[in-house]
Structures are given as C-alpha cells and as structure tokens.
C-alpha cells in the first residue's frame, strides 16, 4: 500500500543553520508530493507541492526535490528561523482522475529552533 | 476568501457519550475531507466527500462514527457513542477538483 516515512524528530537546531527533513514514500502510480506544517495551535497549511519526478516545490525558503528514483522528497531551509518552529507533515496523494485524492502522512517531524 | 471553518474547536466528553463536529469547507471547493490525527501521528483520513456523495469511507468506524454533507455544502461528523481511544483532532479539509487540500483549524476531543 501507499506510505509515508519521515525521519524522527524532535529535531533542535540553532536560528540561521541548515535543515533537512528526510522523507521517503512507498506508493503504486505517479504521486503527488507535498509539505504540510503545523505551527503550534494551528491547523495544517500547505507549504510546498511536487506533482511530478524533477519538480522542485518551494516556499519561504524551503525547498523540496521530486526524486523518483530514490522515492524520496526531503525537506530543506538554507538558514531556519525560530519562527519556522513546527511540526512538519509530509504528505502524498494518489490521482484519481477529476478527484481529489486522499492525502497519506508521514508521522510528522517537529522542528524547534533556539535564538 | 474565507478559509474553512470548524466548529467547536474543544470538547470534553465521558465516553460513551455522544458528540458532533460542524465543518463549512471554502465555498466552490467539491470536494470535503474528514481526518482523525491522534497525539504524535499524522492525519488519517475518515471519509472523503465529491458535493454530496460519500467517495471513500473504507477507514471509518462505522459501527460508532457517522457524516453527512447535506446539499453539498457543510458537513456533519458524530461519533456515538464515543470511546476513550476516540480522543484526537478532527480536521476537515477541501478542495476544488485537483490536488491541494486547504485545512481548518480542527476540533480538539477529550474522551474520559
């Protein structure tokens, strides 16, 4: 079946240094990728989407690769913020055609930045 | 444009009770999502609405959870009678007919 695998956190970092957030996936057909983050009190907001193998999904900084060929789409941020303190969801959908397909998540990744 | 709108947004219940959540989705967006993500696991979804009709609720509990989405517009999610192991957020979530699903702000439930 289709799946999700995020690397474990909680992961500590230092304001201004870089971050990554493994992801890897496990699905049947051409998934769409997708980051999700959850600030604390909040729901999920959507950051950044891949729909195809090579697309690069960015926002506020954070980047992320479709690579097929490692099934994988790690999450990354040059210089992190305290503000960007969160937990992080990745996320894949199966296409279904003139449907929304269900989003399947990863566990989630929190993400605490010190000034 | 209004984003989605739930409510309560808290609710403490004795199991065995009963409870129901309210969801009113971005207006123009077909498609509605209910998900139960429980404390340090991600969103699972329940069911999925297109407009009215049910497309998939293969992971609900329909022995204890029920939803309606009455005239294609807002939802309804009950659970009757509710367990302890019930307690989690309850997010719903639309979309237009495409991929990216917009998410409200979710109902934290409390089940003792």
């Known amino acids: 079946g289709n799946s999700v695998t995020q690397m474990e956190g909680p992961v500590t970092l230092s304001e201004e240094a870089f971050l990554t957030i493994n992801c890897t996936y496990t699905?049947?057909?051409?998934?769409?990728l997708f980051w999700y983050v959850q600030y604390p009190g909040e729901g999920l907001q959507l950051l950044l989407k891949?729909?195809?193998?090579?697309d690069k999904g960015s926002n506020k900084g954070f980047e992320a690769t479709y690579r097929k060929e490692t099934t994988s789409f790690h999450l990354e941020k040059g210089s992190v913020q305290v503000s960007d303190s969160a937990v992080y969801f990745c996320?894949?959908?199966?296409?279904?055609?003139?449907?929304?397909?269900?989003?399947?998540f990863g566990q989630g990744t929190e993400l605490s930045v010190k000034p | 444009e209004a984003g989605v709108a739930q409510s309560p947004r808290y609710k403490i219940i004795e199991k065995r009770q009963s409870v129901a959540f309210w969801c009113n989705p971005i207006?123009?967006?077909?498609?509605l999502y209910w998900y139960q993500q429980i404390l340090g696991q991600g969103p699972k979804l329940l069911i999925q609405?297109?407009?009215?009709?049910?497309?998939?609720d293969s992971q609900l509990p329909k022995d204890r959870f029920s939803a309606e989405r009455l005239k294609g517009v807002d939802s309804t999610l009950k659970i009757q009678p509710a367990k302890l192991e019930d307690s989690a957020v309850y997010l719903c979530?639309?979309?237009?007919?495409?991929?990216?699903?917009?998410f409200g702000p979710g109902t934290r439930l409390t089940v003792l």
């Open positions: 979530a639309s979309s237009r007919r495409e991929d990216t699903q917009y």
């Open positions: 699905a049947t057909g051409y998934p769409s």
């Open positions: 891949a729909t195809k193998a090579d």
């Open positions: 996320a894949l959908t199966t296409r279904r055609a003139n449907q929304g397909g269900k989003l399947i």
């Open positions: 207006s123009g967006h077909a498609t």
């Open positions: 609405f297109q407009n009215n009709g049910v497309v998939d």
